[in-house]
């Protein structure tokens, strides 16, 4: 009898998981406001990353998209579970909309949608939440302080350094 390695098993199984969420639809194209459902929503784009209670008994589902993230989708359900909105959250308008010093965590994550990195500040008080974006055809990166008391503090947006002294860019 041969038996497998359990090693080589578990890789099997997570690239087959891989491919078969290759499938999902990276955008959400083909989702139609006012007509398409939650259910269309998870067999078009798969489970969402993230679920969120929005305004007026809304829901909104994340959907971080692209390598190390850099898309993030919001597919925003009414209490009736009809798609209102299919939206790209990752973008320099959203960005401004951060106020430090007021903006609280839960509003930059309903703005946003789902850190990719989180990390320890050092010697601030607080984490960092990271997010990788793409401006027109530059590389970004985004970090925000969010501080104990669930407010955000600080918010760089910067070309992102892995890639800005030299490096590639798409």
């Not at 679920?51 to 390598?67: K, L, M, V």
């Not at 965590?105 to 949608?113: V, Y």
Request: glycine residues 10%.
């Amino acid at each position: 009898m041969t038996t497998i390695n359990p090693w080589l098993r578990r890789a099997a199984a997570a690239m087959i998981t891989a491919l078969a969420g290759g499938c999902a639809s990276y955008t959400g194209d083909g989702l139609i406001a006012g007509k398409s459902t939650s259910a269309d929503v998870e067999a078009l784009m798969g489970r969402p990353t993230e679920q969120a209670a929005g305004p007026d008994g809304a829901s909104i589902w994340f959907y971080p998209r692209g390598p190390e993230g850099r898309h993030t989708y919001a597919v925003t359900l009414g209490a009736d579970r009809v798609v209102r909105a299919v939206e790209q959250r990752l973008t320099y308008e959203n960005v401004a909309k951060l106020v430090p010093g007021a903006t609280t965590a839960k509003e930059t994550r309903l703005i946003l949608g789902p850190p990719a990195f989180v990390s320890a500040t050092g010697r601030l008080p607080g984490v960092w939440w990271e997010y990788p974006m793409v401006q027109l055809t530059r590389l970004k990166a985004l970090w925000i302080r969010i501080t104990d008391d669930g407010i955000v503090r600080d918010v760089i947006y910067k070309d992102d350094p892995l890639y800005d002294a030299g490096g590639p860019h798409p």
